[in-house]
């Protein structure tokens, strides 16, 4: 039979339980008339840009990639990078953006709506307003980009080059060809078959809390 005391001490185990718990996790800030939250629904692939080298120079392969998220697969857990991206929710308070769950400083910044609903973030370490997204019409939602890449430049003297990065905001060929000696200077450049690069745009949706 559950005595009076074991009951005390088995509440006293869970009030602790779920303080270290909600310490661990922050949670949205409590919702006021001037806080709004929105949650993640889904994300959309944009845009994939696979070119791969040849004799004659780089050659269009971007119709054959047809899961671009099994180019970029997580180290551990399954899944791909894109998953990575994904917050449960953004509150918006006044002229603070705060993304969940936060895991760093810059999880929380300033923002700002310029033309044409776009949504600009302020970087707390550059110190500059970059592009971030945009918000949905009414304040239905927000929505940010990010993208993807793959490049793959190695030559026959032992030098190359191999990186596999996430960036804010969408990317062109124009970020990846130019003169540069860790890019291609132009598509012709692409020499080797084993010259590649491979870039891909998703957006992330969120909606405002029903």
Known sequence: ??????????????????????????????????????????????????????????????ATVTDPA?????????????????????QVLQDTLIEFPTRYEANKFAYKVAEKDSLFRWNIYAKFWQIYGFMLPKDEGIVYDRSFYRLVKARPDGWSYYISRMEEGFLTDERFFYEDSYQFPTLEDMKLQSDTLLYCNVRYYYNAKK
């Open 70 to 90: 099994a180019y970029f697969p997580q180290m551990f857990g399954g899944g791909s990078k894109f998953d990575l991206e994904i917050l449960d929710s953004i």
């Open 1 to 62: 039979m559950i005595n009076k005391e074991s009951i005390l001490a088995l509440s006293g185990f869970l009030f602790l339980f779920f303080l270290s718990c909600s310490k661990d996790d922050p949670q949205p800030e409590p919702v006021s008339d001037l806080t709004k939250i929105f949650r993640f629904e889904r994300m959309e692939i944009m845009e994939t840009r696979l070119y791969v080298g040849s004799a004659d120079g780089g050659v269009d392969r971007s």
